[in-house]
């Protein structure tokens, strides 16, 4: 089992996922290596008459994408305090906006359900 299946909160297949078969205007989303769901997801992928559009193939890759981004977040912000220790001082060294880390976090509040 791999880091990112130990770290998965209860609520959502571990990574990795990929954009699947395409069927009857849908693209399936699943769980690479996970074989108890026929998907994770279904995404529309083109509507009925019409051809996909790249926002279509867009929605796929980003739902497709979401537990590693999700990893990537908490890694980024698992190196930073809950708050700016320096409020009136920058520091060359921080490459990022403190409001950039908060929304960071109020991202990963909302991807999580955590308060």
Do not use: C
Not at 14 to 22: D, H
Not at 57 to 83: K, M
Request: without cysteine; negative net charge.
């Amino acid at each position: 089992m791999s880091s990112e299946q130990d770290r998965a909160p209860p609520g959502h297949t571990p990574a990795p996922w990929k954009l699947g078969e395409i069927k009857g205007g849908y693209i399936n989303i699943d769980a690479v290596g996970r074989q108890k769901h026929e998907a994770l997801a279904r995404v529309v992928w083109n509507m009925e008459g019409e051809e996909r559009s790249p926002q279509q193939e867009g929605n796929a890759r980003l739902i497709a994408a979401a537990p590693e981004l999700l990893t990537t977040l908490e890694d980024l912000l698992s190196n930073f305090p809950d708050e700016n220790p320096f409020p009136h001082e920058t520091h060359g060294t921080i490459l990022f906006k403190w409001s950039d880390l908060f929304a960071a976090r109020a991202v990963l509040a909302k991807a999580t359900g955590a308060p």
